[in-house]
């Protein structure tokens, strides 16, 4: 149990265009999911909470216009890259909060590896 | 907010020796410590965690130590295989609602055969 799926697990897009990832919790709801990027040889940093129902809550320094955050459901959130530019080309991960009464584990996505060419 | 320094940044061992990677942490509200492993290219998966009401956890040849009064948990890793070869991640949490991780920069571990 607890899986997350991510989609596309792979993208090339041409500068100035919108990119979608989804995040997916695949046998459990999960009214919090996060999204990470990641540059080569570093580690993953938080770029925004994403709760279900509400407004996205975006770390110091991301954009949030530029990406935006829907937790529409409680099994799906979306990061979309507006206007990607070469310098967003990374590898986006998100995760998802599994609770279990008291005891909660966070499980991530298999990530998707966005270039901005 | 949390701030996390892990040590080494590199490892390297042989086979069979022992791993041994330090986690420090600011935040004394921390009560949650996972340690993730990446392979190159995939998803971080959770090794193992201790919450602050232990000091000691450990699953066959992994284990993770906690010291809540000098704010630092560690990860060891016996009899070593090429297999756990890989980067380290620690990511302490405050807990709460917020559910929120910290990682550190990561510790690449080379077990040579």
């Known amino acids: 149990g607890a899986v997350v799926s991510q989609h596309p697990s792979w993208v090339i897009c041409k500068s100035g265009t919108s990119v979608k990832i989804e995040c997916r919790s695949l046998?459990?709801?999960?009214?919090?999911m996060f999204w990470y990027r990641q540059f080569p040889k570093q580690s993953l940093m938080l770029m925004a909470t994403s709760n279900e129902g509400s407004k996205a809550t975006y770390e110091q320094g991301v954009e949030k216009d530029k990406f935006l955050i829907n937790h529409a459901s409680l099994t799906l959130s979306t990061l979309t890259v507006t206007s990607a530019h070469p310098e967003d080309s990374s590898f986006y991960i998100c995760?998802?909060?599994?609770?279990?009464?008291?005891?909660?584990?966070?499980?991530f996505g298999p990530g998707t590896r966005l270039t901005v060419t | 907010g949390e701030n996390v320094e892990q040590h080494p940044s590199t490892l390297s061992v042989q086979e069979g020796d022992s791993a041994v990677i330090k986690c420090t942490y600011s935040d004394s509200a921390s009560n949650y410590f996972p340690w993730y492993k990446q392979e190159l290219g995939k998803r971080p998966q959770l090794i193992i965690d201790?919450?602050?009401?232990?000091g000691e956890k450990k699953d066959q040849r992994i284990a993770v130590t906690l010291n809540k009064t000098a704010k630092h948990f560690s990860l060891h890793i016996t009899e070593t295989q090429p297999e756990d070869s890989a980067v380290y991640f620690c990511a302490p949490n405050s807990g709460g609602s917020n559910y929120k991780l910290t990682f550190g920069k990561g510790t690449l571990l080379t077990v040579n055969p």
């Open positions: 995760s998802a909060i599994y609770r279990d009464r008291a005891i909660y584990e966070q499980y």
């Open positions: 046998d459990f709801q999960a009214t919090t």
């Open positions: 201790i919450r602050s009401n232990v």
